[in-house]
């Protein structure tokens, strides 16, 4: 499979909206495979509630760790972070109707040192920065993942009333991209986002996986390499703890 960098037009979505959406990075077989094998390592309980959500699926096996630096996907990350970057933290969010939302959040400079986003002479970068793999599709008005496009550059955040946040009002620059299975969305946490009430026959099956620049960190406590007994060097890297002389840039190949 050859390596994917960003178009012309993906540039300008990304500068223009916050996110971008990489089409059909994985097939719909892989996809029910992927979902098979989480039900194996994490299964539902009946205690459960039509909202699940859990930590370091990257520990699920070989099959979710080399989600991490994918070939497509890497690339992406690498744009948008730098050649620097490093996986921060990983989780699933599961989601049945009747899940609960969570409420819009996020945008530029909320957190100074964590969300933003900036260009200079053609160089794109992110502060923490989301891959949300799609195991399931996400049709329009389905729930999900929702933002404001183009927030992560606006001077007003705070500005966002409380119904619109909390989804009680959803006004036309409330916007829930459409997606297929095996989409894969890009977004930096500069942008204002949130995850609106899932209200679709099936279950919503996405795996998030957020990476850093070399010296911030979101997560409280950084990767443990002795629980990734099968990680390559290269994903052993993007394990690293928040340094910046430390890291040795990743490749793209």
């Known amino acids: 499979m050859a390596v994917s960098v960003l178009t012309d037009e993906e540039k300008f979505l990304f500068d223009l909206q916050g996110f971008v959406v990489i089409k059909e990075v994985l097939s719909e077989s892989r996809c029910e495979e992927l979902i098979r094998l989480a039900d194996d390592v994490w299964p539902r309980t009946d205690e459960d509630g039509p909202g699940r959500r859990t930590s370091h699926v990257s520990q699920w096996g070989n099959d979710f760790l080399n989600l991490i630096d994918h070939e497509t996907v890497l690339p992406y990350l690498i744009a948008l972070i730098g050649n620097r970057l490093r996986l921060d933290h990983d989780y699933c969010l599961f989601m049945r109707r009747g899940a609960p939302p969570n409420p819009l959040h996020g945008g530029?400079?909320?957190?100074?040192?964590?969300?933003?986003?900036?260009?200079?002479?053609?160089?794109?970068?992110?502060?923490?920065?989301?891959?949300?793999?799609?195991?399931?599709?996400?049709p329009s008005g389905a729930g999900g993942f929702a933002c404001i496009p183009g927030s992560h550059k606006t001077n007003f955040m705070r500005n966002v009333p409380m119904d619109?946040?909390?989804?009680?009002?959803?006004?036309?620059?409330?916007?829930?991209?459409?997606?297929?299975?095996?989409?894969?969305?890009?977004?930096?946490?500069?942008?204002?986002?949130?995850?609106?009430?899932?209200?679709?026959?099936?279950?919503?099956?996405?795996?998030?996986?957020?990476?850093?620049?070399?010296?911030?960190?979101?997560?409280k406590k950084p990767y443990n390499l002795e629980e990734y007994p099968n990680a390559t060097e290269q994903q052993k890297r993007l394990f690293a703890p928040p340094s910046v002389e430390a890291h040795a840039p990743v490749t793209q190949d």
Do not use: C
């Open 108 to 138: 530029p400079r909320l957190f100074e040192t964590d969300h933003w986003y900036y260009y200079q002479d053609g160089i794109m970068r992110n502060g923490l920065t989301v891959a949300t793999w799609n195991l399931t599709p996400a």
């Open 164 to 219: 619109v946040r909390r989804f009680e009002r959803r006004p036309d620059y409330l916007y829930q991209p459409p997606m297929d299975t095996g989409d894969v969305l890009i977004f930096t946490e500069a942008l204002i986002h949130g995850t609106m009430p899932w209200d679709a026959d099936h279950e919503r099956r996405t795996l998030l996986f957020k990476y850093s620049p070399p010296h911030s960190t979101w997560a």
